[in-house]
Structure formats: structure tokens, C-alpha cells
């Protein structure tokens, strides 16, 4: 332990930083940007940052979508403060993180996430070289070589309308190229979740990866098992929902990445049914996503793990389960077998455990059950599923139209559509045992069975 330290110490005191040279400062007039476009909390926050003497910019992915014409869903911001510094000057805001610690100050309806920027230092890693804390603090050049691509480090002053550029990023911005700053295997190996933003911002951005980013990907996806399942579960979760979700995946095929993250990805892809099944779903995502309409994590990864459910759910029925054990035994297996990889979160495993085991409901259509189906709290979802399966060819396309005009007609056409409704269906009712002579109690004396 003491000869790691001092290896530690002395590495730290012969790194010399390399930093890059004197930045372009590019005019409000060139980028393009106005003042108006930018969140009005995020100015605040730099302007009172600002005022006490601190530097302070609205860094990576506000500015490079606002370069391309995308409205940024938040606004980061970079300082010259210190966590504790900059917690001092806003009154509900709070410190988070361990890996390397930020700032989150609510502003209204949003939260601006301030850091202070990083020195180019070396900082603790593991076996594999994975940054596993980064809280040593520096100056913006250096802040600016430790960023990961040269889109996202171009720093931005609501205050002048300057952007500081210290890699050429606005350039590779307009030549459609998506660069790594520094050695693409060393950075990869700092934070292997590079390999999957690279993938994601270049299919959001329009981007072509850097062939230099872009070769060690295949070799170096391994990486990716010693990434904490959380943290790899939100980065996917990024990707899935970034509007981009099928040439996401596309991408991830096409450099080897898409092993381990879905550990049942491959399965599915290699089954026509289910295949065709998998594209509907994220082409349906991005439809929403891109028409700014509420999407579903839950449904989402409930469908991309639909297909295996379902060989297993008739894999168990074949070894003689019940249906209803089956499923969920099914449901279990698929979900444990995720886990390995993705921390789904409690809440999302239970949204895609309740969209499966509605499905097997829809199939009965008398009785009682259609009236008690409907008013489930999750019907719609679980009929939006359904309809995602028959437009894969998995179930008639007249099932979900029968469920959807029952679920929107009075009470004599429900009557008729229930009259109508396949007779084999119906619930099959428990054999009552009688004694010899036709009384109405069973061999055991009791009285008949409520069927």
C-alpha cells in the first residue's frame, strides 16, 4: 500500500500538464447564438458567480446544440468556485457526487449542475485505468483537455456572447466529425462509458466518429463489465431515449457494443419475429421522442425483452407449468438475467412486469374480465403493447381493435361486442363431484362448489 502511494505521489509530481494552445474566441455574430436562446436560470447563476469574482461558462451539450439548431434540454455550467464555494452563494443548493463532486442549483423549474474545472492531473483509478475519483481542481485550459470530445468542450459567456474554444470544435461541429480530445484508448480506459456517448452523440448529432475514436471500440468493449450496472443502465437509458434509438443500435452492432449491455440482445436479433418486433418499438420511440411526447422507460425495455419472455414463457408451459406460473416465473427469469448488466430500477421492472402479465388478459374476452380489464390503471399501456405486437405480426390485428371500441362504447354495444367475442374463450368451469342418486352435494357430504 505505501509503495502504491508514493508510486502515486511521485507520478503526480513528474506528470507535467499538457495543455493546449491559446483558445479561439469566437463572437456572437460567427456562432450564431442569442442571449435568448439560453436559459434564463443558467445566466443568473453565472452572472452571481461572476460577480463574486469567479469565471464562469455554460459548457458542452447546451452550447453544441444550440450551435446546430437543437433547443438543450439542460444547461450545464463550469466555474473557476469550488464546490463549497459556489454552495455558499445559493441557498438550496447542495453537493453531490463522490467520483467527482458538483453542484445542483434549483432554479425554479430547472436545476443548473455547476462544476469546478478540472486540473490535468492524474487521478485514482482502478486495475483497468477507470477514474474512480476526480477531485482535483484547475484551471479552464485544463478543464477543457480533460473534457471527452471536442463538441462538448466549448465554453460559452452569457455575460460577453463569447464562446472559448480551445480543441476546434465549432470547426468539427461544421465538418460533421465527432473527435476525441487526447488518445482514444487512454480515454476509453479512464471512462469506458465514452465508447456509448460516442455512439449516441453521433447518431443525435448527425456525426461521423473520428476513425481514430472509432477503431479501438470493437477491442476495447470488454471494458464496459467493469462499469457500474447503475451508471450503465442510464447511459443506455440516454441512448434509447435520445430520438435516435434505431441508429443507435444499428451503430452498436456495427462496432460490437451492443454485447453485454442487453445480454439478450443478440438472441432477440436473431429472431425474425422478435426482431421485427424490437425495430417497431424504437421506431415508435423516436416518433415520440422527436414529436416531444411523454415516453415510457418501462415500456420501452418491456418490449425489447418481449420476445424472450415469451420463449420462455412457452419453453416452462411445454414442461408442464400452468400459464399464469409460467409467465412470471418467465417474467423473473428474463429480469434476473438483466440485472447482470442493468440496474433497472425497482420502479421500471415493475412497469414491465405489469404491461407482461396484462397481455394473457386480453385474450379473455367474456364474463366479468373485460369490464374489470378496463379498469385497470395501467389498460392503456397494456394495450398500446398489444397493438405494438399485432403491428409485428405476433397477434391478430382484430384483437386490440376489439379491446379498443370496448373500451370506448356504452353499455348495449360492449353487450354486443361480449355476444360476439370468440366462444372458446370462455372461462372453462370447475366439474362438481356428485354423489350417486344426483343430490347436490359432493361424495364428501359438502355442498356444491360456487363455479
Same mark, same amino acid.
Given at each position: 500500500?505505501?509503495?502504491?502511494?508514493?508510486?502515486?505521489?511521485?507520478?503526480?509530481?513528474?506528470?507535467?500538464?499538457?495543455?493546449?494552445?491559446?483558445?479561439?474566441?469566437?463572437?456572437?455574430?460567427?456562432?450564431?447564438?442569442?442571449?435568448?436562446?439560453?436559459?434564463?436560470?443558467?445566466?443568473?447563476?453565472?452572472?452571481?458567480?461572476?460577480?463574486?469574482?469567479?469565471?464562469?461558462?455554460?459548457?458542452?451539450?447546451?452550447?453544441?446544440?444550440?450551435?446546430?439548431?437543437?433547443?438543450?434540454?439542460?444547461?450545464?455550467?463550469?466555474?473557476?468556485?469550488?464546490?463549497?464555494?459556489?454552495?455558499?452563494?445559493?441557498?438550496?443548493?447542495?453537493? &453531490?457526487?463522490?467520483?467527482?463532486?458538483?453542484?445542483?442549483?434549483?432554479?425554479?423549474?430547472?436545476?443548473?449542475?455547476?462544476?469546478?474545472?478540472?486540473?490535468?492531473?492524474?487521478?485514482?483509478?482502478?486495475?483497468?485505468?477507470?477514474?474512480? +475519483?476526480?477531485?482535483?481542481?484547475?484551471?479552464?485550459?485544463?478543464?477543457?483537455?480533460?473534457?471527452?470530445?471536442?463538441?462538448?468542450?466549448?465554453?460559452?459567456?452569457?455575460?460577453?456572447? &463569447?464562446?472559448?474554444?480551445?480543441?476546434?470544435?465549432?470547426?468539427?461541429?461544421?465538418?460533421?466529425?465527432?473527435?476525441?480530445?487526447?488518445?482514444?484508448?487512454?480515454?476509453?480506459?479512464?471512462?469506458?462509458?465514452?465508447?456509448?456517448?460516442?455512439?449516441?452523440?453521433?447518431?443525435?448529432?448527425?456525426?461521423?466518429?473520428?476513425?481514430?475514436?472509432?477503431?479501438? &471500440?470493437?477491442?476495447?468493449?470488454?471494458?464496459?463489465?467493469?462499469?457500474?450496472?447503475?451508471?450503465?443502465?442510464?447511459?443506455?437509458?440516454?441512448?434509447?431515449?435520445?430520438?435516435?434509438?434505431?441508429?443507435?443500435?444499428?451503430?452498436?452492432?456495427?462496432?460490437?457494443?451492443?454485447?453485454?449491455?442487453?445480454?439478450?440482445?443478440?438472441?432477440?436479433?436473431?429472431?425474425?419475429?422478435?426482431?421485427?418486433?424490437?425495430?417497431?418499438?424504437?421506431?415508435?420511440?423516436?416518433?415520440?421522442?422527436?414529436?416531444?411526447?411523454?415516453?415510457?422507460?418501462?415500456?420501452?425495455?418491456?418490449?425489447?425483452?418481449?420476445?424472450?419472455?415469451?420463449?420462455?414463457?412457452?419453453?416452462?408451459?411445454?414442461?408442464?407449468?400452468?400459464?399464469?406460473?409460467?409467465?412470471?416465473? +418467465?417474467?423473473?427469469?428474463?429480469?434476473?438475467?438483466?440485472?447482470?448488466?442493468?440496474?433497472?430500477?425497482?420502479?421500471?421492472?415493475?412497469?414491465?412486469?405489469?404491461?407482461?402479465?396484462?397481455?394473457?388478459?386480453?385474450?379473455?374476452?367474456?364474463?366479468?374480465?373485460?369490464?374489470?380489464?378496463?379498469?385497470?390503471?395501467?389498460?392503456?399501456?397494456?394495450?398500446?403493447?398489444?397493438?405494438?405486437?399485432?403491428?409485428?405480426?405476433?397477434?391478430?390485428?382484430?384483437?386490440?381493435?376489439?379491446?379498443?371500441?370496448?373500451?370506448?362504447?356504452?353499455?348495449?354495444?360492449?353487450?354486443?361486442?361480449?355476444?360476439?367475442?370468440?366462444?372458446?374463450?370462455?372461462?372453462?368451469?370447475?366439474?362438481?363431484?356428485?354423489?350417486?342418486?344426483?343430490?347436490?352435494?359432493?361424495?364428501?357430504?359438502?355442498?356444491?362448489?360456487?363455479?
Amino acid at each position: 500500500m505505501i509503495r502504491k502511494l508514493l508510486r502515486k505521489v511521485f507520478a503526480r509530481r513528474a506528470a507535467k500538464p499538457i495543455l493546449p494552445g491559446e483558445p479561439a474566441r469566437i463572437s456572437a455574430d460567427q456562432h450564431g447564438i442569442r442571449r435568448e436562446q439560453v436559459s434564463r436560470a443558467a445566466i443568473k447563476v453565472c452572472a452571481t458567480l461572476q460577480d463574486h469574482g469567479h469565471q464562469a461558462y455554460i459548457v458542452g451539450g447546451a452550447i453544441r446544440d444550440l450551435l446546430i439548431g437543437q433547443q438543450p434540454k439542460d444547461h450545464d455550467i463550469a466555474t473557476s468556485a469550488t464546490p463549497e464555494e459556489v454552495r455558499a452563494l445559493f441557498r438550496r443548493s447542495r453537493i &453531490i457526487g463522490r467520483r467527482f463532486k458538483i453542484v445542483h442549483v434549483p432554479s425554479g423549474a430547472e436545476t443548473i449542475e455547476v462544476s469546478t474545472f478540472r486540473a490535468n492531473q492524474s487521478a485514482e483509478t482502478d486495475d483497468h485505468g477507470r477514474v474512480l +475519483a476526480d477531485n482535483i481542481y484547475g484551471t479552464q485550459a485544463e478543464d477543457a483537455i480533460r473534457r471527452d470530445f471536442t463538441v462538448n468542450a466549448l465554453y460559452y459567456d452569457p455575460t460577453t456572447g &463569447i464562446i472559448v474554444d480551445y480543441h476546434h470544435g465549432v470547426a468539427d461541429l461544421r465538418q460533421k466529425t465527432l473527435r476525441m480530445i487526447g488518445e482514444p484508448r487512454v480515454r476509453y480506459r479512464e471512462d469506458p462509458v465514452r465508447m456509448l456517448r460516442a455512439v449516441r452523440l453521433a447518431a443525435k448529432l448527425g456525426l461521423i466518429i473520428d476513425p481514430a475514436a472509432r477503431a479501438p &471500440i470493437r477491442e476495447m468493449a470488454t471494458l464496459l463489465e467493469n462499469v457500474p450496472s447503475a451508471r450503465l443502465f442510464d447511459e443506455m437509458l440516454k441512448l434509447l431515449m435520445s430520438g435516435n434509438a434505431v441508429r443507435c443500435i444499428e451503430q452498436l452492432r456495427e462496432d460490437g457494443l451492443h454485447h453485454g449491455l442487453l445480454p439478450l440482445l443478440d438472441v432477440i436479433l436473431d429472431q425474425p419475429a422478435g426482431e421485427r418486433f424490437i425495430w417497431l418499438a424504437l421506431e415508435n420511440t423516436d416518433e415520440r421522442v422527436r414529436a416531444d411526447k411523454s415516453v415510457s422507460p418501462g415500456f420501452l425495455f418491456a418490449a425489447l425483452l418481449w420476445p424472450e419472455v415469451t420463449r420462455k414463457w412457452q419453453e416452462r408451459q411445454s414442461a408442464g407449468e400452468p400459464p399464469y406460473p409460467a409467465l412470471f416465473g +418467465a417474467m423473473d427469469d428474463t429480469l434476473d438475467t438483466q440485472a447482470t448488466q442493468l440496474a433497472i430500477t425497482r420502479r421500471i421492472a415493475g412497469d414491465i412486469k405489469d404491461l407482461w402479465a396484462l397481455q394473457p388478459r386480453f385474450d379473455k374476452r367474456t364474463g366479468k374480465m373485460p369490464f374489470r380489464l378496463i379498469e385497470h390503471p395501467r389498460f392503456r399501456a397494456g394495450w398500446d403493447f398489444l397493438n405494438l405486437r399485432a403491428a409485428a405480426g405476433g397477434v391478430a390485428q382484430e384483437l386490440p381493435d376489439w379491446w379498443d371500441r370496448f373500451a370506448h362504447a356504452g353499455h348495449d354495444e360492449r353487450e354486443a361486442l361480449l355476444r360476439a367475442a370468440p366462444k372458446d374463450e370462455a372461462p372453462r368451469r370447475k366439474r362438481r363431484r356428485r354423489k350417486p342418486g344426483g343430490s347436490g352435494a359432493d361424495a364428501s357430504g359438502a355442498p356444491p362448489a360456487t363455479p
